[in-house]
């Protein structure tokens, strides 16, 4: 630790650390430095009583943590919050989202992903995974916000080669934007969507440019069913006869994975796969199963949280699904003593970390890490008194509770006040668009669902 | 409606009313007049502009919608939050809170409940039927803090008649206390720790003195089991014989309900019968089913939101049970269209009062009603845009987003500051009680778990 003036001192707070085996514990009265967007050093808070900063945060009665990382969304999507309620799986898409989403503008997306990056930062969330179109403007929001943010360009086989072609340039131009928070991704809508010839020169395009691959894949048990009754073979085969198991891989829900079939073939793969979960859309939807989490744990295959996009889980709350996930998965699987609060934090770091492709710089608060971290207050009736912090942290403290969000040594959001954004604006402005956005009067669609 | 000072107005907001057939609807840019702790009249903004108040409360932006009613919680369990985590219901029981509540003083009540009702409070809960010990305490912070509450005084066939005589004496002593916020029930634990002979000395006590009785019944499918096992009959039929279904009973839970055996006499029930869900804990301890919400509502049976108590629930956010009320019944129905919600405002507001015994006092913001009210923030962008005003306060908003309570007519919490309870002077006592409360090593516990 230089004794020269810090960027940023966090003080007086527990820090959610990881010990040697990734597992998760808590360091009680700390402080952390951090200096050029990087943790410098977490010791005990006396250790940082002689040393200045550009700015020092007095965290006494709250945690640090690192920062929550959604897996798997469609930022701009906000736009439609709450817009296709209680409808099926293909109601949802074919009579309301793909109609209204053939009236996109660039504008809407870009008013959108400001409003999500809004939502994120307000709620913990320093690093998302965003799945869209029109992303360039979603790249540029992201460069404005501070955010850190995996990207990718979706594209369809009825959009032709080009589409494709688009996907490959977005993911080109944009890896290492905005400082090196952008990372970017291939991304193929999914297996139902996208044919086995344009899945497989996606996985040589990710080959020869050393790109990952984000994409949706066994959804739900219905597109497993259909993808037996149409190729004899399951999305996660199909996926694995394309190549794609042999690259970085990041594939969403995966509630319809097979156990007998598709877990072999997971387990043979040779690329880093992982998988994504949003289990509130999986209750809404009403879907008969939700991501094998156990399974695939069994496999060492890293299981990221995420919310999918606001028309389905009607808010981008990260905090949400990490508690969602423990409460679900105790519930399949019939054992309570199976996913811990302990392990929902494991999954909100580590494992989210490495689902992005980013297990090596963001996930932990230790020395040489990116410094994206939150500071959560626990002193509100909800989480007192505190007895277990992993305990209070998953299953008493909500998204409000975080006050402080940084990404990259940078403040983005403190004491609740977001610092690079501006809601009402953005929310005045997405008003006066919804109208041509919502309207459905034209009997276009984007595209088919028909699994 | 008169023209001289009210006691309160609330202007500018939206309303949730309900129609003549009790359903959910909005009232836009609406005025909230009260006097004498009444809903006096629900008009147009425009018509309150020449009035004056005592209190009035500017709430552009926000709805206005009945407070939450917590139909089935132990309050001072609180103080329990975290400290019994990953276990099974019997070790939940049995090694981790008879243990700890064979310590409890009436002071560490005291203190739970007073806690318990900040986080109420603040989480737009204006009413809560509490089951448990040391409740002549519990009446007392209620008269405080100025909440409504359903209060029993918990007994167990173990402690001989007084247990009964206790519950009886609480529930004539207290009834109509607290200016009349505060009404009573005998509370038997369950049918698994109190006898046939005592719940049918309950009934009959019942109806001696008009009372109602809440307990919990059927809470899990093990419970239906052994009670069969051990009675031939289900604890749904031992309710029957006991007379229980022919008085007002609360049952709480009730996912062990027998759709075949329990069903049909649950429909010939001459007592106006209600069950309470808090389908968080169903989840958690990884119980196989949950509350049967769609049958019981197809036999006219009111289903109110609950909690339970924090020591399974982790938190007492009546928010949180809607909206997991509203997943979890699509996702074991497998039906996205069932529990919209619309129905889930309806289960939390006219339902659940209904479910409490006040269905023609609470749960309306109508003319006559008692004003139990709060405001809730939909700025944040997460509630942001608004398409229908019901899913986004079913499925975006948040606890933390209640600004204002009200109960009676009285604002209890005003732009998240609460009037009538310190919640750091509560939390500082509780702790220094904590390692008393918690020592186990003394091997003794309250009561046995074996259904």
Redesign the interface.
């Known amino acids: 630790m230089t004794s020269s003036r810090a960027d940023l001192i966090i003080s007086g707070c527990a820090v959610l650390v990881h010990d040697g085996r990734g597992e998760v514990g808590f360091r009680e009265d700390s402080a952390v430095v951090v200096r050029g967007g990087v943790v410098e050093a977490v010791v005990d808070a006396d250790d940082v009583s002689g040393l200045a900063a550009v700015e020092w945060i007095d965290a006494r009665g709250q945690v640090a943590m690192p920062g929550l990382i959604n897996c798997h969304t469609h930022a701009p999507m906000?736009?439609?919050?709450?817009?296709a309620?209680?409808?099926?799986?293909e109601a949802w898409f074919n009579d309301v989202v793909w109609p209204i989403e053939s009236n996109l503008t660039g504008r809407d997306v870009e008013l959108g992903a400001r409003?999500?990056c809004?939502?994120m930062i307000?709620?913990g969330v320093t690093c998302f995974a965003d799945h869209y179109f029109a992303m360039d403007t979603v790249a540029a929001v992201v460069a404005e916000c501070g955010m850190r943010a995996h990207l990718g360009e979706a594209f369809f086989s009825s959009q032709g080669a080009e589409g494709r072609e688009r996907s490959l340039e977005f993911a080109l131009r944009h890896r290492g934007a905005a400082d090196g928070r952008i990372t970017t991704a291939l991304a193929p809508h999914a297996p139902y969507t996208v044919d086995a010839a344009d899945l497989a020169a996606t996985a040589d395009l990710a080959r020869e440019h050393g790109l990952s691959v984000h994409l949706h894949a066994a959804e739900n048990r219905d597109q497993t069913d259909a993808s037996l009754a149409r190729h004899g073979r399951t999305p996660i085969e199909v996926l694995e006869r394309a190549g794609l198991l042999g690259v970085e891989l990041l594939i969403a829900h995966g509630t319809g994975i097979d156990a007998d079939r598709d877990l072999p073939v997971l387990a043979r793969a040779s690329g880093r796969v992982a998988v994504a979960t949003s289990p509130?859309g999986?209750?809404?939807?009403?879907?008969?199963g939700t991501t094998p989490v156990r399974a695939l744990n069994a496999l060492g295959i890293p299981v990221g949280l995420a919310t999918d996009g606001?028309a389905s889980n009607?808010?981008?709350?990260v905090w949400e699904s990490m508690a969602l996930t423990?409460?679900?998965q105790?519930?399949v699987?019939?054992?309570?003593?199976?996913l811990?609060?302990r392990q929902a934090l494991h999954h909100a770091t580590v494992q989210s970390a490495r689902a992005v492709g980013l297990g090596d710089s963001v996930g932990r608060i230790a020395p040489g890490r990116r410094a994206d971290l939150v500071l959560v207050d626990l002193?509100?009736?909800?989480t007192?008194?505190?007895?277990?912090l992993a305990?209070?942290l998953v299953?008493?403290a909500?998204?409000?509770?975080v006050r402080t969000t940084v990404v990259d040594g940078r403040v983005l959001m403190h004491d609740r006040e977001l610092r690079t954004l501006d809601?009402?604006a953005?929310?005045r402005e997405?008003?006066e668009r919804?109208p041509a956005l919502?309207d459905r009067s034209h009997g276009r669609r984007i595209q088919e669902y028909d699994t």
């Open positions: 906000v736009a439609l919050r709450g817009v309620e209680d409808l099926p799986t409003l999500a809004a939502e307000r709620g509130r999986y209750l809404k939807f009403g879907w008969p606001a009607n808010s981008l709350d423990s409460l679900v105790k519930s699987e019939g054992d309570p003593r199976w811990t609060a002193s509100g009736p909800h007192q008194p505190v007895h277990d305990a209070t299953h008493s909500r998204a409000a509770d809601v009402p953005i929310v997405l008003e919804l919502l």
